[in-house]
């Protein structure tokens, strides 16, 4: 496998918009506005079946790796049993499902998929179990299923293609 650096942390917490405050005025980082990742398309150990998931995010400007702070949702991956450190992720990953069948060679199972409707994967969430407690999260190279926190577009970057939760660039960005 070609060693990738570590894009994001991400840290599942309760209550979002306070863990935002808190870990702003604590490490003085600046957050993104928040956004959601959104599909129909996801499953994980609580639903092998796709399903619905809708989980409130926000990045830090900081980084790399970035700190990434989401919200608890549904009854798997995302659940309130879930709280803390939750992945280690890897961006722009070329062929997730080639990574997949590698870790799988390796004895790493899954615990977490998201799809796209074509039916590409977005990203995979290695088994915590086989990995110290601590998933990680390949992402592939093209734009997710992440909406605006109410629903809207997201702007993408015309130079890279990704979606940003920042929006397009300001002065002095």
């Known amino acids: 496998m070609t060693p990738t650096l570590i894009d994001h942390i991400g840290i599942l917490v309760a209550d979002l918009d306070e863990a935002i405050a808190r870990w702003s005025s604590v490490t003085g980082y600046t957050f993104s506005p928040v956004a959601r ?53 890897f961006r722009d990953i070329a062929d997730v499902p080639a990574r997949i069948a590698a870790c799988a060679a390796l004895g790493v199972r899954e615990d977490g998929k998201s799809l796209m409707e074509d039916g590409r994967v977005h990203l995979w969430f290695t088994d915590k179990r086989d990995m110290d407690g601590v998933r990680l999260e390949f992402i592939s190279r093209f734009p997710g299923p992440s909406v605006a926190d109410d629903g809207s577009s997201l702007w993408v970057d015309p130079a890279t293609g990704r979606k940003s939760y920042w929006g397009p660039p300001g002065p002095g960005m």
């Open 37 to 89: 990742y959104r599909t129909a398309l996801y499953s994980d150990h609580s639903d092998p079946e796709p399903h619905f998931h809708d989980t409130r995010v926000t990045l830090s400007r900081q980084g790399p790796p970035a700190i990434e702070l989401m919200s608890v949702t549904g009854h798997g991956t995302h659940s309130a049993t879930e709280l803390g450190v939750h992945h280690f992720a």
